[in-house]
């Protein structure tokens, strides 16, 4: 569904909720295979059961009949009803407010089988703005790549080739450009025969802006009739003059004839894009991909090596044995480039770690803002195994929708792979949601790549979506600690509780035209009153979902230590409560239970050996997953074949009984979300395993 409760039902007041987290995951781009025709059945309807999403057949000017309550703008939808066949006042589900439908659609005899009418989710076009005259930089998706060559020739090849395969996966109605930084910002000229870069230094003094030296039409070429060409220059690129900076990043005490280095400018570069994108005419579609080699040492977004300081205070190393250390770090040199090995990173204490997951300053937060209001979707590929304080980058990420990846040198062939079938699927543009609900509850902290619109609250902002991707919020009373009726309105204690989200996005159509589009869905939760029944209305999913949204957030505000143990604390509370229900109806609990184990045991929440930049990334991932990653991620799918035509069995133990117990090989597959793993068994007393 677009729109997944924690409960099945609504908790009727905090009493009866419990210490059950309550709220939804909302995936607005996901499949429709669980899309249900209610309240009113299909076949009465005139309308099947289909995998296809409802659509209106309405013409994006027609958009505007789609009714909506003159009380809280909710849209029509399953739930609402009119007063009898010829009439034309409905009710809203929502707020139960009367209101008159103005368009001829919902004539009494012609609103049987609507599809906004019998289906929970449906979809209709939108008015798109499109370019005036000949087709222009509106009219198709903007794809920039923006490489960092402070970096050694084998990073900058496989760079090379990462952006080839995206070229080679995106559609031909797309425009792309290409930019490179270090100290100095290239542009690159996609429409010459030869590469042609223009080098920039922008600072935040400077009076001239990025458009006014390479306008955005020089900038972008439509993919389709230069795909060859701009391949061609793709692969022309080189790395600037210097070392490889593996270790430089956070090695200050290095001598300082090794400690010269290419100067590495992200925040002017993607404070100046940005700004170009802002004061653009048109409502352009725009993704920035950056592929980054190290982190940002010179302009505003300068960041300071942290870890560097966090190791030493770990070991308790004194200034002079920092120094005798850096002066015998061993030197080698391949080719023309200085590699520097440094060694093995120690591990870090508890506060340590938290403190790394706090960012510096409030520069790119400012920048991602800024990234956000002008539909600028950022990602960023991150490549090498130094520390490049990605706890201070990732927000940029984090409020434009975009990706944050990275990948050790021992790894680089998978970037290849990755971004070929990441630029392979279809992405939305421009994303805006709204969340409503029935007057009785309101709508509290929403966790997710989204920025929330400051003057309302229930109004969310998505430069870039896809269709794996997830947000969740929580619900709480509006009245309270219940569901009581206020003074002056009556809610009669039975009435269901209802949620709608509404998302409007911009895509690429199948046609390869820019089409405006608009989803909705409305969620239906009736009320419960006894905490046994709360605990059969769990969803274990979801709320497990709800559950790591809270904890991470938490770890970033508190610390690792007290996320571990407040997430402790839940489970005691909810062990408690799982005791109210029925021996047989103990199931909902012990699955919520052994998921919450399993998190608490898991790497993000535990100081150890992981890189900080590492644990920065999988807690990116883990805000946007969808229910089924997030539960294979902390709770791996083990299944078994005997036989390739036979059905597997799922969710089993490799265990020394199970093993000789096999009169036959079987083979094993088990299932990691990221990787899956493979073991085949030759005999029943011994196995052998390989993982890819």
């Known amino acids: 569904k677009m729109l997944r409760g924690s409960l099945t039902f609504c908790p009727f007041s905090d009493d009866v909720r419990g210490c059950v987290p309550w709220g939804c995951v909302a995936q607005p781009l996901g499949s429709v295979a669980d899309v249900v025709a209610s309240p009113l059945s299909a076949e009465a309807s005139g309308f099947p059961r289909s995998l296809e999403l409802p659509q209106l057949g309405l013409a994006p000017e027609e958009a505007g009949t789609l009714e909506r309550c003159s009380k809280c703008f909710a849209y029509i939808n399953s739930y609402a009803t009119f007063h009898n066949r010829q009439s034309d006042t409905w009710t809203c589900a929502l707020c139960g407010n009367f209101s008159q439908a103005t368009s001829e659609r919902y004539n009494g005899s012609f609103r049987r089988g609507l599809p906004e009418l019998v289906y929970s989710t449906f979809e209709c076009l939108l008015p798109c703005a499109h370019s005036d005259g000949e087709p222009g930089l509106a009219d198709g998706p903007l794809y920039l790549f923006v490489v960092d060559v402070c970096c050694s020739a084998q990073a900058l090849q496989t760079v090379v080739a990462a952006v080839t395969a995206a070229l080679d996966a995106l559609p031909d109605n797309v425009f792309v450009g290409l930019m490179t930084f270090e100290e100095r910002v290239g542009v690159y000229n996609l429409h010459a025969s030869q590469p042609a870069v223009k080098y920039l230094r922008l600072t935040p003094e400077c009076a001239l802006h990025l458009e006014d030296v390479f306008p955005l039409d020089a900038l972008f070429v439509k993919l389709g009739s230069r795909r060859s060409e701009v391949r061609q220059i793709v692969q022309q690129m080189r790395p600037v003059g210097g070392y490889d900076l593996a270790a430089v990043g956070f090695c200050a005490t290095l001598p300082s004839t090794v400690q010269a280095r290419p100067a590495r400018n992200l925040g002017d570069t993607l404070s100046h894009i940005v700004s170009c994108f802002e004061r653009a005419e048109d409502d352009l579609c725009v993704r920035v991909s950056c592929f980054l080699q190290g982190i940002p040492n010179c302009g505003p977004g300068a960041l300071r090596p942290r870890f560097r300081d966090a190791e030493a205070a770990a070991a308790s190393h004194t200034a002079s044995t920092a120094a005798s250390a850096a002066a015998s770090t061993p030197v080698s040199t391949q080719g023309s480039e200085t590699v520097l090995h440094v060694p093995e990173l120690k591990s870090l204490t508890e506060q340590e770690a938290s403190a790394l997951l706090k960012p510096q300053g409030d520069f790119y937060a400012n920048l991602a803002r800024e990234a956000a209001l002008a539909s600028v979707c950022i990602d960023l590929y991150v490549l090498g195994d130094s520390y490049c304080d990605l706890s201070s980058l990732a927000v940029v990420c984090e409020e434009t929708g975009g990706r944050l990846q990275m990948y050790p040198s021992l790894r680089y062939s998978h970037l290849i792979l990755d971004v070929q079938q990441w630029f392979a699927v279809s992405h939305a543009f421009r994303c805006l949601a709204r969340v ?20 309302q609250s229930e109004v969310l902002q998505m430069a870039g979506w896809d269709a794996k991707k997830t947000f969740c919020f929580d619900l709480d009373y509006a009245r309270g600690t219940d569901l009581t009726p206020g003074i002056f309105e009556e809610w009669p204690r039975e009435r269901p509780v209802y949620v709608q989200l509404a998302f409007a996005f911009t895509r690429l159509s199948a046609e390869g035209v820019l089409e405006r589009r608009l989803k909705v869905h409305t969620l239906k939760m009736d009320v419960i009153y006894e905490p046994s029944q709360v605990v059969l209305s769990i969803v274990p999913c979801s709320s497990l979902h709800m559950l790591v949204q809270k904890a991470l957030c938490y770890a970033r505000d508190a610390g690792l230590e007290e996320s571990r143990l407040a997430l402790k604390d839940w489970l005691q509370d909810f062990t408690k409560m799982g005791k109210l229900a029925l021996e047989k109806d103990q199931a909902n609990v012990e699955v919520l239970q052994d998921h919450v184990l399993n998190v608490l045991a898991h790497d993000v929440f535990a100081s150890g050996d992981l890189h900080p930049d590492r644990r920065t990334v999988l807690m990116h991932a883990l805000r946007g997953m969808t229910d089924m990653r997030l539960l294979l991620h902390f ?57 890819s």
Request: hydrophobic share 35%; net charge negative; with cysteine.
């Open 436 to 455: 409503r609900a029935s007057n009785a509850v309101e709508v509290l902290r929403i966790y997710g790549d989204v920025l929330r619109d400051q003057h």
């Open 635 to 691: 709770y791996p799918f083990l299944c078994m074949f005997k036989t390739l035509h036979q059905v597997p069995s799922g969710q089993l133990h490799i265990n020394p009984s199970l093993l000789e117990s096999l009169e036959s090989p079987a083979l094993f597959l088990l299932d990691r979300d990221t990787e899956l793993d493979v073991i085949y068994t030759h005999h029943p007393e011994s196995s052998s395993s390989s993982s």
